[in-house]
């Protein structure tokens, strides 16, 4: 019997329950689903984290063979810390035809649908690789060896979809992210005598409103994106840590800042101008009071955007699955750009609103939940 609503459900009960918020191991929830897909005939293979805590998973259902599909999303949920939420985050609570706990949105509904559907893929020409990562929630860490094994254990797919929330809206294009670490290194002295020190401080905020600057200067005059909002490239700094004391000269600062960039206004070319910038203005004016100082950055997270392409299997698959004949563009970024600088043809489109991802009494409606069963129901019937 093909599977319906009610199992769906229980195994988006089953999978809210593990609390795999980033900071945590998701190690419980990927031995459940070993042991799920192993009950039904299906193999798997771990990619283990560095530390051994985490893991992503791949599997493939039906024959090894090229031209199969790629249903991927990430495991790893955000933190409930200090949101006011009604019910139980880690139970699945209905209420008026939604379904509430962290992860019912973003994105274990998804991975549900597919895990109910296993039993009903019986008779597949063509394969379905599930593809479950880790630490998507915190930079996309996990996917990048994920996406090499895939690379390296299983025939080429024509598609990947990654199921993140879109209202089951076919995605053919999202922004990238890129999250730096900006460390100045200044000189300290008491702060009477500014003229013989070098604020780590006051060269930061200097660095911020450059930054400031270049976000401004592509919001006036772009490039843009079509379809996005907003249609450009940002630059935003979101946390800054300095000095020691009101009456000493800072000698270090660091603040943290990211890229949203969209694939016409890529992040590299930013950070080349940020870097030359510091080394060719900055940093001389302050060396001439003390040599040491300095301004290193570091790029902490290098998610790629997904640029649309008009000619896509997966974008054409998608379309024809849900039943649309255009495709939308995204704000937030994904794993499908990851996927798409592999070689690989990638869309997103899930159920669920990415207004209600990391929100709190985060839900789905049941409608959604419907919407993705009736979707993933006829891409097993096309590859069947």
Same mark, same amino acid.
């Given at each position: ?16 329950? $593990?609390?795999?918020?980033? *900071? ?7 031995? $459940? ?172 905020? *200097? ?155 985060? $839900? ?21």
């Amino acid at each position: 019997m093909t599977p319906g609503l009610a199992e769906v459900r229980e195994m988006i009960e089953r999978l809210v329950a $593990f609390d795999t918020v980033s *900071r945590n191991s998701n190690l419980e929830l990927i031995d $459940f689903v070993r042991h799920w897909l192993s009950r039904h005939g299906v193999a798997s293979h771990l990619v283990v984290s560095d530390d051994g805590e985490k893991a992503n998973l791949l599997a493939t259902v039906g024959p090894s063979v090229p031209g199969g599909v790629v249903l991927s999303g990430h495991t790893d949920v955000v933190p409930v810390d200090g949101q006011r939420w009604t019910t139980d985050p880690f139970h699945v609570v209905e209420r008026n035809g939604r379904l509430y706990g962290r992860g019912t949105c973003d994105m274990k509904s998804f991975l549900a649908i597919a895990l109910a559907l296993v039993p009903g893929m019986r008779h597949l020409k063509r394969p379905i690789h599930l593809a479950l990562s880790y630490d998507e929630e915190v930079g996309c860490r996990g996917a990048p060896r994920l996406i090499d094994a895939m690379l390296a254990r299983i025939p080429t797919p024509a598609a990947v979809i990654v199921g993140e929330p879109t209202g089951m809206r076919v995605v053919s294009a999202h922004k990238g992210i890129a999250v730096l670490r900006t460390v100045v290194t200044g000189h300290e002295a008491h702060s009477s005598q500014t003229h013989r020190g070098v604020s780590a401080v006051t060269t930061a905020a *200097r660095l911020i409103t450059h930054l400031d600057d270049l976000a401004r200067r592509r919001a006036a005059d772009g490039p843009f994106a079509p379809g996005v909002e907003p249609p450009q490239t940002t630059i935003h700094v979101g946390t800054v840590h300095g000095g020691t004391a009101v009456n000493i000269i800072a000698r270090e600062c660091h603040f943290d800042w990211d890229i949203r960039a969209i694939a016409e206004d890529p992040p590299e070319p930013i950070l080349q101008e940020f870097r030359r910038h510091c080394d060719e203005r900055v940093v001389p004016e302050l060396r001439r009071i003390a040599p040491g100082c300095g301004v290193t950055t570091e790029l902490l997270v290098d998610a790629p955007p997904l640029a649309h392409e008009d000619a896509n299997p997966a974008l054409e698959l998608a379309c024809r699955l849900a039943g649309v004949d255009t495709a939308a563009r995204v704000p937030f970024a994904a794993e499908a750009g990851l996927f798409q600088r592999s070689g690989l043809h990638s869309v997103i489109c899930g159920p669920g609103s990415i207004d209600q991802a990391h929100q709190p009494d985060e $839900f789905i409606t049941l409608d959604q939940v419907r919407a993705g069963l009736d979707f993933q129901r006829r891409l097993v019937a096309s590859l069947s």
